[in-house]
């Protein structure tokens, strides 16, 4: 890997700036990440439009009230394997909010099932800092050692693309 790509994936701004910074996530995942969804993820209108294209948003398939399937569409296969990862990666992170997310679930869900909403929760999390520019930021707020999720909705202020120099 060289400088070129490296700095494709970890840039202080621009669309891929802090897609490494997301718990679960790396700079490698950050890039195979970019390489299958694009720099800015235009092609996607919504959040639900990429988690339907990737395959991680619940399926449902209901008539007359009964409930007959919840099975998720199969998607796009390597970006589903990743964001499985990433949520396995982002579950084990102490203190993260994705990891109070899952025990939350624990107890109605089967693991398989828990860590599909993980990776749900972040296929939208990965469309919101592509497309509409917002940074992800942990903080520690709201009891002792509990990390809170904020989505700083503001643009990644880059003296480039503002035409200064």
Same mark, same amino acid.
């Given at each position: ?26 700079? %490698? ?31 449902? %398939? ?13 998607? #796009? ?6 964001? #499985? ?24 869900? @089967? ?16 469309? @919101? ?7 992800? %930021? ?28």
């Amino acid at each position: 890997m060289g400088a070129g790509d490296r700095s494709t994936a970890t840039a202080p701004c621009g669309s891929s700036g802090t897609i490494g910074r997301g718990p679960g996530l790396g700079v %490698e995942s950050a890039q195979q990440i970019i390489a299958e969804i694009g720099p800015k993820a235009e092609v996607f209108p919504s959040q639900k439009a990429l988690s339907s294209w990737v395959g991680v948003c619940p399926g449902e %398939e209901v008539s007359a009230g009964e409930t007959r399937s919840s099975r998720s569409p199969k998607g #796009n296969r390597a970006l589903r394997r990743l964001l #499985n990862e990433a949520a396995h990666a982002a579950v084990k992170m102490k203190g993260s909010i994705f990891e109070v997310v899952f025990k939350r679930l624990q107890p109605r869900l @089967k693991y398989k099932e828990a860590i599909w909403a993980i990776a749900h929760r972040l296929c939208r999390l990965i469309w @919101k800092i592509l497309h509409q520019g917002v940074r992800y %930021e942990a903080s520690a707020s709201g009891g002792p050692g509990l990390n809170t999720l904020r989505l700083l909705v503001t643009e990644c202020y880059c003296a480039t693309e503002r035409g200064r120099s």
